[in-house]
Structure formats: structure tokens, C-alpha cells
């Protein structure tokens, strides 16, 4: 449980010294890259994209696997590569390679060219537990107090990759 606690208690400052340094030095935040993104990782990924059922359709939604906490750090996200943005086309809502969004000096995501409002969805591998047991963060962030995420174990059954278990949530 105090695991759950700090783990809470980073993510909480992490998105207020984004916006703190977003709102003092005018920085936007981009998208530098294509990922790395190996083959396991982009099922494990696929898989938590196509359980989730409860985003609104009529917002726009971008998607990196850069953790929340590097984007400070780096000022960046990832976008992840073309042939796995092909692979999700499907979901409803879309979502979008990372280089279309940016982050204001409000800390506030927009989409690029139309200044629209905009989420940034980042689901990441923070550990490979086995070959049929991962631990994940997911989470959104539209500004300072529009976001959350959790982490979260999955594990692989009969072939398919499943949410086993929660490690911890925040909300802002």
C-alpha cells in the first residue's frame, strides 16, 4: 500500500511541475522520434488499447509510449510507428501518432494545426515480470486537472493478453 502511495504522490507532482514549468518559461512540449517499439511490447499495448471501452468518442486522442514522468524531463514524447498505428486503425476512438499533438505553456494538449483541444494516451512497459506477465502505466492527460492513469499487471492467457490486476490509480 505505501507503494500505491508514492507511486500516487509522484505522478501528482510530476503533472504539477509540468504545468509549473509549462506556465513559467513559455517551453511547449513535442514529439521527437519514432519509438522502439518490439514486437511484444506492441501486443501487450494493442491489447490494453482494445480493453478499454470507456473514452468518449468525441474527443482526440493521441498516443505515445513515453511515460508521463519523461516528459518533463525530456520535453518530449514518442510516437509510435506507422505499421502500429495501421494495426489499431479499427478502435474507436482513433488514436493518433503522437507528433500531431503538442503541450502549450499551460500544460494543456492541443492538436496540431487546429489548436483543438486534445488527450495524450501513453501506455507503457514498466516490466516484464515473465514471458506471459507484464506490469504496465497507462494513462491521459488533457491539462493540470484533466488526466489520470494507473498501473496495472497483465498476463497472457490461452495466447491473449488480459488485465490480471490493479497496482494503483490517480486522478487529477
Not at 508514492?6 to 521527437?32: E, H, K, P, V
Amino acid at each position: 500500500m505505501r507503494k500505491f502511495y508514492i507511486a500516487l504522490i509522484f505522478m501528482c507532482l510530476t503533472g504539477a511541475a509540468i504545468w509549473l514549468y509549462c506556465r513559467d518559461t513559455g517551453a511547449d512540449f513535442d514529439s521527437t522520434g519514432v519509438a522502439d517499439l518490439p514486437e511484444r511490447d506492441a501486443e501487450v499495448i494493442e491489447a490494453v488499447l482494445r480493453s478499454e471501452s470507456s473514452h468518449p468518442t468525441d474527443r482526440i486522442y493521441f498516443l505515445t509510449n513515453t511515460p508521463m514522468g519523461e516528459w518533463f524531463e525530456h520535453k518530449r514524447w514518442n510516437r509510435l510507428p506507422n505499421e502500429f498505428h495501421r494495426k489499431i486503425s479499427d478502435l474507436t476512438p482513433a488514436y493518433l501518432p503522437a507528433d500531431g499533438a503538442y503541450i502549450n505553456r499551460r500544460g494543456s494538449v492541443f492538436q496540431r494545426g487546429t489548436n483543438r483541444e486534445a488527450w495524450m494516451q501513453w501506455i507503457f512497459i514498466r516490466r516484464w515480470i515473465s514471458d506471459t506477465e507484464v506490469e504496465i502505466s497507462n494513462g491521459v492527460w488533457r491539462c493540470s486537472l484533466g488526466g489520470g492513469g494507473h498501473s496495472a499487471v497483465y498476463r497472457k492467457i490461452d495466447g491473449h493478453w488480459q488485465f490480471d490486476r490493479s497496482l494503483g490509480n490517480w486522478v487529477s
